[in-house]
């Protein structure tokens, strides 16, 4: 762990949007980036857990029987530039990162916790169930799924809802961070009561709410896009998965010539005939299964209790008011 902490304290965020993911961190973390003394990197990084499998396997490579990947261990300098470089446009801001992958990463959690630099944490919640399904239509978007939601749950729930266990990720968190660094928003308050919620994170960080312009506070980033074809983009995503993560190559701190193998060429042209007559679309994705809904409430109701007293809000209520 001592190639974690940060060689250059001053250039690491004040506070880190840490998920969450599908939980409303987008439009917070535009209006907070639109704040005339903050300062946030464009999209998320994920850098504290940059390694870990679980959370980010897009960004490991096999080719030519050998795995590519980003290590601390082998290269802490190159690492660690990248990550301040992010932030040097911002000097003398209040600096913010976006990284939903983090609540539910506990190596996150302690490489932030271990900086010398006090980070605060915002985490935004959604109803479980929701959130869930939500992420489910983001992985079908992106070409990480290739079943039906329901199918997905059978054999690969992991995926799906994992990230919806607060209870457990949040305590983790509690024990190696100071309450009064962590801000825990409810997705529905957000919805319900933006301008309020938005006021009570900017007292959290320390900045004058009344600084952000009106024009960002009536707009919402990340509305819902759909394929125009659902069934098509799941057999697009069954037989072109391995266009999944070749995007981030040029995005992470360590590249690789992992683009020697080349992408045969009916694929290149099934995916661009598929751009073209199955292109995402904005709409809003059709209502979970009432059923499905009824088994994963039982399920996420039962593995989050303790949360109200954790959080000191009736959260239960708000999320299952139909069980007892």
């Known amino acids: 762990m001592d190639n974690w902490k940060a060689p250059k304290t001053n250039i690491l965020p004040d506070f880190i949007i840490g998920g969450a993911m599908k939980c409303g961190t987008t439009s917070l973390h535009t209006i907070l980036n639109n704040h005339p003394d903050i300062y946030i990197?464009?999209?998320?990084?994920?850098?504290?857990?940059?390694?870990?499998?679980?959370?980010?396997?897009?960004?490991?490579?096999?080719?030519?029987?050998?795995?590519?990947?980003?290590?601390?261990?082998?290269n802490p300098k190159a690492l660690w530039e990248w990550y301040h470089n992010k932030f040097r446009e911002g000097k003398g801001l209040l600096l913010g990162e976006d990284s939903t992958t983090y609540l539910a990463s506990k190596i996150a959690a302690q490489r932030i916790a271990k900086q010398e630099k006090e980070i605060k944490m915002i985490f935004i919640l959604r109803q479980p169930s929701l959130r869930a399904y939500s992420n489910y239509w983001h992985l079908v978007r992106t070409g990480r799924v290739t079943e039906t939601f329901?199918?997905?749950?059978?054999?690969?729930?992991?995926?799906?809802?994992?990230?919806?266990?607060?209870?457990?990720?949040?305590?983790?968190?509690?024990?190696?961070?100071?309450?009064?660094?962590i801000k825990v928003v409810?997705?529905?308050d957000l919805i319900k009561n933006f301008n309020e919620v938005t006021a009570e994170v900017c007292g959290f960080l320390g900045v004058d709410f009344n600084k952000i312009p009106k024009?960002?506070?009536?707009?919402?980033?990340?509305?819902?896009?759909?394929?125009?074809?659902?069934?098509?983009?799941?057999?697009?995503?069954?037989?072109?998965?391995?266009?999944?993560?070749?995007?981030?190559?040029?995005?992470?701190?360590?590249?690789?010539?992992?683009?020697?193998?080349?992408?045969?060429?009916?694929?290149?042209i099934l995916n661009k005939i598929h751009k073209k007559v199955n292109p995402n679309i904005p709409e809003s994705p059709p209502k979970i299964n009432t059923e499905t809904k009824q088994y994963l409430d039982q399920y996420f109701y039962n593995q989050l209790q303790g949360i109200d007293e954790l959080l000191e809000k009736d959260v239960l209520k708000i999320w299952f008011p139909k069980i007892k």
């Open 150 to 181: 329901e199918n997905t749950l059978l054999h690969n729930p992991f995926q799906i809802i994992n990230r919806s266990l607060y209870k457990e990720q949040l305590e983790y968190y509690y024990s190696l961070f100071p309450v009064s660094n």
């Open 41 to 74: 990197p464009s999209g998320e990084i994920g850098f504290f857990d940059i390694d870990n499998i679980l959370q980010h396997s897009d960004y490991s490579f096999y080719q030519y029987k050998k795995w590519y990947y980003q290590s601390m261990d082998k």
């Open 215 to 268: 024009t960002y506070l009536e707009k919402h980033s990340n509305k819902s896009r759909m394929p125009k074809n659902y069934k098509l983009q799941l057999y697009k995503n069954s037989i072109l998965r391995n266009y999944g993560n070749l995007h981030y190559l040029d995005q992470l701190p360590i590249s690789y010539n992992v683009k020697a193998k080349p992408i045969p060429i009916i694929k290149k």
């Open 186 to 188: 409810l997705f529905e």
